[in-house]
């Protein structure tokens, strides 16, 4: 368009010649502004088609851009939908939940309750249990004193009787050897005396040794009174034939054990209260019957000194 201005400026310049310099001079002014302006024009032309090119870019960029911003919102609205789906879902499997727990936790009060009562029944039971168990170990401990006392008594009783036993054995040790014996069993003292050195055969009459071993076994006696003394008679098995009246063995066992408490009772400390006679006749063997020497063992008198029991007795009740 500047050209064209500048070649009708120039033609007219041509056909007029007639125009002065000044004129003239003032026109090439003007084309020398307008080529510049023209350039100008151009850069400015060439700089905003750079500057359409770079925003159609920018724009194809933006474009590309707002198309994947569509697709992701697009996707984002599914997710929106499906996490929505899925909390409305959560919602409905809470409220059931709830609902659920509510009633499991009404029947579990009930039942928490129920156990509560059975713990307490239980702790009332333990406590009563607790104060019965001391009851009885209160029980225990008395009892257990009195086994103590009991085997204190027991263990008394046969130092005295192995006192006894020994005193007994040396009051009548002239005797040992001649058909007596005196030993400790059982709690109790066996003196044992043969006939050959009390009786005569089939006599209930003692003789002078007889008595003598007799008498002394009553001085020691006479020092403990707190003795039983139980006299057996003893037979051997052949039947009585003697003269007198006697009726047969177990009169003769009887009668011999009475000769002897006669004697006993003879030393006035001696409690008659505390002497027993008995006979055994020939039931009560300590040897054989087919020996002449088992039937002269046989043939005896038996002294079983027992330690009065009363005070045992009682702790007995008592451990009972």
């Known amino acids: 368009m500047i050209r064209k201005i500048s070649l009708v400026i120039l033609g007219a310049?041509?056909?007029?010649?007639?125009?002065?310099?000044?004129?003239?001079?003032?026109?090439?002014?003007?084309y020398a502004k307008l080529k510049k302006t023209h350039r100008a024009l151009e850069d400015k032309k060439k700089d905003c088609d750079e500057?359409?090119?770079?925003?159609?870019t920018d724009?194809?960029?933006?474009?590309s851009e707002l198309e994947k911003l569509k697709a992701d919102k697009a996707n984002l609205a599914n997710e929106i939908a499906n996490s929505?789906?899925?909390?409305?879902?959560?919602?409905?499997?809470?409220?059931?939940?709830?609902?659920?727990s509510?009633?499991?936790?009404?029947?579990?009060?009930?039942?928490?309750?129920?156990?509560?009562?059975?713990?307490?029944?239980?702790?009332?039971?333990?406590?009563?249990?607790?104060?019965?168990?001391?009851?009885?170990?209160?029980?225990?401990?008395?009892?257990?004193?009195?086994?103590?006392e009991l085997e204190g008594a027991l263990a008394a009783k046969d130092a005295n009787m192995k006192?006894?036993?020994n005193s007994i054995s040396k009051a009548l040790t002239n005797f040992e050897g001649k058909g007596l014996t005196v030993e400790q069993r059982d709690g109790k003292v066996y003196v044992s005396m043969e006939n050959k050195l009390l009786f005569q055969s089939g006599s209930w009459k003692i003789g002078t040794q007889g008595k003598k071993a007799v008498t002394q076994l009553g001085t020691v006696l006479a020092e403990n009174p707190e003795i039983n003394v139980l006299i057996e008679g003893h037979t051997d098995n052949d039947a009585?034939?003697?003269?007198?009246?006697?009726?047969?063995?177990?009169?003769?066992?009887?009668?011999?054990?009475?000769?002897?408490?006669?004697?006993?009772?003879e030393n006035k400390n001696i409690n008659a209260e505390s002497l027993t006679a008995a006979g055994r006749s020939a039931y009560s063997p300590i040897a054989s019957n087919d020996t002449p020497e088992g039937k002269a063992k046989n043939?005896?008198?038996?002294?079983?000194?027992?330690?009065?029991?009363?005070?045992v007795s009682k702790l007995l009740s008592e451990v009972q």
């Open 51 to 56: 500057l359409t090119a770079q925003l159609e």
């Open 59 to 63: 724009l194809a960029t933006t474009n």
């Open 299 to 311: 043939r005896r008198i038996e002294v079983i000194l027992t330690p009065k029991l009363d005070e």
């Open 84 to 100: 929505q789906a899925k909390v409305d879902g959560l919602g409905k499997s809470y409220k059931q939940l709830e609902e659920a």
């Open 240 to 265: 009585f034939n003697g003269k007198g009246d006697i009726s047969g063995n177990w009169d003769l066992s009887t009668k011999r054990a009475t000769a002897i408490v006669t004697i006993l009772q």
């Open 13 to 30: 310049i041509l056909v007029t010649s007639c125009v002065s310099k000044k004129v003239f001079t003032d026109l090439e002014s003007n």
């Open 102 to 148: 509510a009633s499991e936790l009404a029947k579990n009060t009930a039942k928490n309750r129920a156990l509560l009562q059975q713990l307490e029944d239980k702790e009332k039971a333990l406590a009563a249990e607790n104060a019965r168990l001391v009851g009885l170990q209160k029980e225990l401990d008395l009892r257990s004193k009195r086994v103590d």
């Open 163 to 165: 006192a006894l036993k």
